[in-house]
């Protein structure tokens, strides 16, 4: 399974955006120069990610993009099927027609790591990742980076 940049990015950019929640909308190019990716990029990742209610825009003065749910409610895995992304390593892409139209000899074996992979990736909340001590150490080392407007660090208020 190779996760391309979409995948990587929008995870990225939607850990930005939790991190950061509590203090308000963050705009993409805050985003952008903070994680290295393309302004553009991140507006196509964006429409992706309106579109599955994962965020929403917020007009005016201080606006920006902001978390659609709690961090708690949003799973990596939502992140990475939002953005048009798949965990599947099979070669037939799970349609079971990997040799000349029928399942091959390890079309089973894929298909159970497959399933293993999206398992793992939806175990993992936003907040759960965001509150990691490594992320946040990063997250601070960001934010000196990033200046005043941003100096935060994730807790999960859920019950």
Request: net charge neutral; hydrophobic share 35%; charged share 30%.
């Amino acid at each position: 399974m190779k996760l391309s940049t979409k995948g990587r990015y929008a995870v990225t950019a939607m850990m930005d955006l939790a991190i950061h929640d509590r203090i308000g909308p963050v705009t993409l190019a805050d985003i952008s120069q903070c994680q290295g990716i393309s302004l553009s990029y991140l507006e196509q990742l964006f429409a992706k990610l309106r579109k599955a209610e994962l965020v929403e825009g917020v007009r005016g003065p201080g606006g920006g993009y902001r978390l659609a749910k709690r961090a708690d409610q949003i799973s990596i895995a939502n992140i990475i099927t939002a953005v048009d992304e798949s965990v599947d390593v099979t070669r037939c892409k799970g349609h079971k027609d990997c040799q000349d139209g029928d399942r091959c000899l390890t079309h089973e074996l894929w298909d159970d790591l497959s399933q293993q992979l999206y398992d793992f990736l939806d175990g993992i909340t936003l907040s759960q990742f965001a509150n990691r001590p490594e992320v946040q150490k990063v997250a601070r080392r960001q934010d000196e980076r990033r200046g005043a407007r941003h100096h935060f660090i994730f807790r999960n208020d859920a019950a």
